[in-house]
């Protein structure tokens, strides 16, 4: 798990969510 990717991730997340 890298920083960046976890944290591009975790964004993605959110914008999918809302």
Do not use: I
């Amino acid at each position: 798990y890298n920083g960046t990717s976890d944290l591009q991730l975790e964004r993605m997340n959110v914008y999918f969510n809302e």
